[in-house]
């Protein structure tokens, strides 16, 4: 007697399969499937043997099966049936020729969720996501002084040398720990105009800390950093390439360096430029700054030995330096040091506006995939009754759904073409439109993976929901839909039910980046109308830098020639014909500069490294006036202001209020420790307090800030200022000539209008307020589609008992004001919902404002006026069609 | 007309030469695609160099399943395996017939 073999059960994919059977040619289909169940269940059966997990089996078999569309596909191929029905997506096109508008919405519904997510998405992936090109990236981290009890003001990010030092010495967790300074030199050379060039002196391991290798010639040695070395350079890949034109016989030449005869001993790698965006480096020399541990002007990069991790790492780093705390009390008192994932470090303080566009687009895309489904829906249910007649008819539901599916197909391929179109210009614009600031700029590019990604999310939605309908009607479906001949019924009510929570859910969404940009954008009015304490129009500058090699700052002359040169050049540019003033100023109004410490005169003692600072801004007489800046009290520095005359100061009014509330700053003075120039006084008395400058920011407020005459603080690096009623591409080869007058050997840089300057500053607020009121704009009007579609098929479907209505003598205005009505029922639910979601989520924006609360009042109450226009707008076609219906010709219908 | 000898095609027909006859298993054994592997073994199958059949039903019932479609290299296969071989002499070597270590089941 035979044992019955044990039954087995459906083997996972064997669905999918009889699924696909239906696109087998009809005499070879029952063998098709056979055999793939066949493979299957022998499959599943050897997997249970081998004590596969079912998981593993289910995926790997499922996988397999998918692969069974093209064995049918190619089947039907061969059989000589077209693969994807020509007649069918003919029918569809004719079908959606009669509903252009239908079409326009759906394509262009498509193409702004595909395309704005995609150019932003690209944005946001070349700046934060994508990994810096670097070897073992992940192991790259910054260091950054940290203070232990949060006083940025006393312990800023930088390190000294002798605490570099130190904490390489001290330390085991970085296989490379590097340091480096940004700084400006002037090459010169004598066919060409000299060149201002950013230099950034490391320490010779800085290059290996990277992980990279020059590109040609060799790395600095050790050898290099020493005193008294001849001085080498190495080349970034920009400079090779374009001022020396990617000379290969460049390695090994000589060129003048602030008039330093210089060797270029290799090339770097472009990818350096990633982290050390400067024209060269050159190993840091060791000079009197290199051994004070007061100047805290290094920024330290690391590279984690292989397994440590950067919380171990910074433990340790902790450790040495309350070591370092306790041994230098009076210049590392409460300085600690953190450690940061390089990545993070670059990208900083863009982080959060990128993560806030980011969330926008995934609201966005999810809005577009929601309008999506509800206008398929809604294009579903108005041809309940024609697919019926279809199917009475004899129509099969596969040929319906395949109908449906060609109808979706021609629709979402249209979208993703536009899609694409829309992805290209948006990327173009917001690179064209991004502030200076954005970090790696350059390395971003359309990203096609995304962009096929979001295609096949936005197909996939279109296709599901598209075929959806077809395939769920139930079986009486054909004879209940006639029967009702289009009445709603509890059928209807439930698919209208799903359609409004859709439509809900897209206005919650477009309310809650309405109310943002709503925010950015008032954010942005404010700093553009805060009230100026310059005049920045007709003001120009440029900024200018003598070399410390020919302008020495040290020893017995250290100054003069630099209080010569500027002298005669505040001479030479007054005779230019057009200017009205001439000014010097160490920044220019919207640059903050640096700060240093000071005492007050007569004020109680304060310990060594708590003293207060203040910004430096050394300034010619007629500064102030030049800028438009009000001198409140007392008065302005004179040329009678010299070196070997009695300190004197400008303070603004934020150094005024700090030190001496409710009386006069005038008469009062600091002290400086030592003088930094050979003569200087160290005693500065005030003789004028002027009005705060913006230069932390446009409606930000300032810090205190001191203005020295330059004669008594003969900084090398200075801006000229001029008033001048000249365009500033005109001014610029005049000023230039009278430069080159006093010194040929000097590069000079663009003239730039203070004006433009400004718009520099609002230049980010203003990229993120524009591109996330884009989205605002984009969300409202796709949720106003949904409002559209959602009323006009409840009209459609309403359209008998509105006419019956109306025979009984209903008013057209009580019709239209119903369904205006429910527009609003809609639009409310769904505006609660968002203004709730903005209120919770107002703490991520508010560090993009200045001023404004992320729960602004005005704004919320803004933004819920807009949905209801935008409701009201969306509701009154379809009230003003069914208030036009004629009841006889309704009934009629029936 | 002959079958393209594309690189799949040759690592389909050696596995067929060493006896492998069901299409998962040639699966397993090319590491190709499913979406890859049976429209090959259909037109190789049209252009005579395969040859398929059904198992013995008693054989899979006394295993507890349905019948495998098994396939076969005819003499026109093994041509054809002969010139493909030629033309992608390296891609044999990707050939792992790891199903072989799997416990068959008789």
Redesign the interface.
């Known amino acids: 007697m035979t044992i019955p073999p044990p039954p087995f059960r459906e083997p996972p994919g064997s669905v999918l399969v009889r699924m696909l059977s239906r696109l087998v040619p009809r005499d070879s289909r029952e063998e098709w499937v056979a055999e793939w169940r066949g493979e299957l269940v022998a499959a599943a059966k050897q997997a249970v043997l081998r004590d596969e997990p079912a998981t593993l089996t289910t995926v790997r078999l499922w996988r397999r099966c998918l692969g069974a569309t093209t064995d049918a596909l190619w089947l039907r191929h061969h059989h000589g049936e077209p693969i994807v029905l020509g007649t069918d997506l003919r029918q569809a096109a004719r079908s959606l020729r009669h509903r252009p508008g239908y079409v326009a919405v759906v394509v262009l519904t498509l193409a702004l969720g595909i395309g704005a997510t995609t150019a932003v998405f690209s944005v946001v992936n070349g700046v934060l996501l994508r990994p810096l090109p670097l070897p073992h990236v992940e192991r790259l981290v910054a260091l950054e002084g940290q203070p232990t009890d949060g006083d940025l003001e006393k312990v800023n990010q930088w390190t000294s040398y002798p605490d570099y030092a130190d904490l390489r010495d001290r330390t085991h967790s970085f296989e490379q720990l590097a340091a480096r300074r940004r700084w400006q030199v002037t090459l010169t050379a004598r066919d060409a105009e000299p060149a201002r060039l950013n230099v950034t002196y490391t320490t010779a391991n800085f290059v290996t800390a990277t992980g990279l290798l020059p590109l040609l010639g060799r790395n600095f040695r050790v050898a290099d950093a020493e005193p008294g070395a001849p001085a080498v350079a190495l080349l970034s890949e920009q400079l090779w390439r374009g001022r020396f034109l990617g000379d290969r016989g460049v390695v090994g030449q000589q060129i003048q360096l602030d008039g330093v005869p210089t060797e270029i001993i290799g090339v770097l790698p472009g990818a350096l430029q990633t982290i050390e965006n400067g024209d060269l480096i050159q190993p840091i020399a060791a000079g009197p700054m290199e051994s004070a541990r007061g100047a805290h002007r290094l920024t330290v990069l690391g590279r984690l030995r292989d397994g440590v991790t950067i919380v171990q790492a910074e433990s340790e780093l902790r450790l040495v330096a309350s070591q370092l705390e306790k041994q230098y009390p009076e210049n590392n008192a409460k300085r600690s040091a953190k450690l940061l994932p390089m990545q993070a470090q670059l990208v900083g303080s863009a982080e959060t506006s990128i993560l806030v566009l980011f969330g926008a687009i995934v609201l966005l895309l999810l809005i577009a995939c929601t309008n999506l489904a509800a206008l398929f829906l809604t294009r579903a249910a108005s041809r309940e009754r024609e697919m019926a007649v279809r199917e009475a008819l004899g129509a099969s539901r596969a040929q319906l759904a395949r109908q449906w599916g060609a109808e979706s197909f021609l629709l979402t391929a249209a979208g993703g073409v536009f899609g694409v179109v829309v992805a290209w210009l948006g990327m173009r614009a917001l690179l064209g439109a991004a502030p200076a600031s954005l970090p790696r700029a350059s390395e971003i590019g359309l990203d096609l993976p995304v962009l096929l990604f979001l295609g096949a999310v936005s197909v996939a939605v279109g296709l599901l929901f598209g075929v959806l309908p077809a395939v769920q009607r139930r079986r009486d479906g054909a004879f209940a839909a006639l029967r009702s001949g289009g009445r709603s019924n509890t059928e209807g009510r439930r698919k209208r039910g799903m359609r409004s929570t859709l439509v809900v859910a897209e206005v919650a969404l477009a309310t809650v980046l309405a109310i943002g940009s709503a925010l950015l954008v008032k954010n942005l009015y404010r700093m553009q109308h805060a009230p100026l304490s310059i005049r920045p129009d007709a003001v120009y500058t440029t900024q200018i830098q003598l070399p410390n090699t020919r302008y020495a700052q040290a020893g017995p002359d250290g100054g003069r020639r630099t209080l010569d040169f500027y002298r005669r050049l505040r001479e030479e540019v007054a005779a230019i014909p057009g200017i009205h003033s001439v000014a010097l100023a160490y920044q220019h109004p919207l640059a903050e500069g640096w700060t240093t410490s000071y005492h007050i005169a007569g004020g109680e003692h304060v310990a060594a490294g708590l003293e207060p600072e203040a910004r430096v801004r050394p300034v010619s007489p007629g500064y102030f006036d030049a800028v438009g800046l009000r001198l409140l009290e007392g008065r302005d520095v004179t040329d009678r202001d010299r070196i070997d005359m009695p300190g004197v100061m400008v303070v603004n009014q934020a150094f005024a209020r700090r030190h001496f509330p409710g009386r006069s700053a005038v008469g009062q003075a600091i002290e400086h420790g030592s003088p930094w120039w050979p003569g200087q006084p160290t005693h500065f008395e005030i003789v004028g307090v002027v009005a705060d400058e913006p230069f932390l920011g446009i409606g930000r407020p300032a810090d205190p800030a001191t203005y020295f005459p330059h004669s008594q603080y003969p900084f090398n690096e200075m801006w000229l200022v001029v008033t001048s009623e000249r365009s500033s591409a005109s001014l610029y080869p005049d000023i230039r000539s009278r430069i080159w007058r006093i010194d040929p050997l000097l590069p000079v840089d663009p003239v730039v209008s203070l004006r433009g300057l400004m718009g520099d500053a609002v230049a980010e607020p203003t990229f993120n307020a524009v591109l996330l009121s884009l989205f605002a704009a984009t969300a409202l009007l796709l949720a106003a589609i949904g409002i559209y579609g959602v009323l006009s098929y409840t009209v459609s479907q309403r359209t008998a008992e509105i006419g019956l209505r109306m025979a009984l003598g209903a008013d057209r205005d009580l019709v239209r004001r119903q369904i205006v009505g429910q527009g609003l029922m809609l639009v409310g639910g769904g505006a609660v919902a968002g203004l709730a979601g903005a209120w919770a989520l107002a703490r991520v924006l508010e560090s993009l404002l200045l001023g404004v609360s992320g729960r602004d009042p005005l704004s919320f109450l803004g933004v819920a006026v807009v949905l209801l226009a935008v409701a009201v707008l969306a509701a009154w076609l379809p009230a003003h069609r069914a208030s036009r219906i004629e009841p006889v010709v309704a009934l009629r219908a029936e | 007309m002959p079958p393209r000898l594309t690189p799949a095609t040759t690592l389909v027909l050696f596995a067929l030469s060493r006896g492998i006859r ?3 298993d040639i ?1 397993d054994a090319t590491g190709l ?7 090959i073994l ?1 037109r190789l199958e ?1 252009a005579g160099c395969v040859r398929s059949r059904w ?1 013995d039903q008693r054989r ?10 098994n396939y076969e290299l005819t003499g026109a296969g093994a041509e054809a395996l002969r010139a493909a071989v030629r033309i992608h002499p390296d891609t044999v070597a990707q050939f792992a017939p790891n199903h072989l270590l ?2 068959r ?1 008789r």
């Open positions: 069901h299409g998962f699966l695609e499913s979406g890859t592997v049976y429209p259909r049209e198992e899979a019932q006394s295993e507890g399943r349905p019948p495998r479609r799997v416990p089941t």
